[in-house]
């Protein structure tokens, strides 16, 4: 039974920081890629950010690029999100994500590739 377990959202004020976290289990985490989506109220799910398989390789959506940071600890079962600078229309539940059937992170830039969600964190940003 695959798990994917997010963690550390809240509210801050813009300009603050948060740092997210998945912690999978159930399948070899090591094995494939992961990735950040987000939903804000009213619209549809994106794609935030990904990696690949052994970290080597990232991915971001142009809206995050210079404030968002993607990690991953593959001995801890563990993806990061590390948000800085944040702004209001960062707003969303925010969702992790695997594709086990690529070990590249770009597959995920498209929701389609997608085989397990996590159940969403919320995010707020206050202005």
């Known amino acids: 039974q695959v798990q994917l377990v997010e963690s550390g959202g809240g509210l801050v004020q813009a300009g603050g920081s948060l740092r997210l976290s998945c912690a999978a289990s159930?399948?070899?985490?090591?094995?494939?890629?992961m990735g950040w989506f987000r939903q804000a109220p009213g619209k549809e799910r994106e794609f935030v950010a990904a990696?690949?398989?052994?970290?080597?390789?990232?991915y971001y959506t142009d809206s995050v690029k210079g404030r968002t940071t993607i990690s991953r600890d593959n001995a801890k079962n563990t993806v990061y999100l590390q948000m800085n600078s944040l702004k209001p229309e960062d707003t969303a539940v925010y969702y992790c994500?695997?594709?086990?059937?690529?070990?590249?992170?770009?597959?995920?830039?498209?929701?389609?590739?997608?085989?397990?969600w996590g159940q969403g964190t919320q995010v707020t940003v206050s202005s």
């Open positions: 994500a695997a594709d086990f059937g690529s070990q590249s992170g770009r597959t995920l830039m498209n929701s389609d590739s997608v085989d397990y």
């Open positions: 990696i690949n398989w052994n970290g080597g390789r990232t």
């Open positions: 159930g399948r070899t985490f090591s094995s494939f890629a």
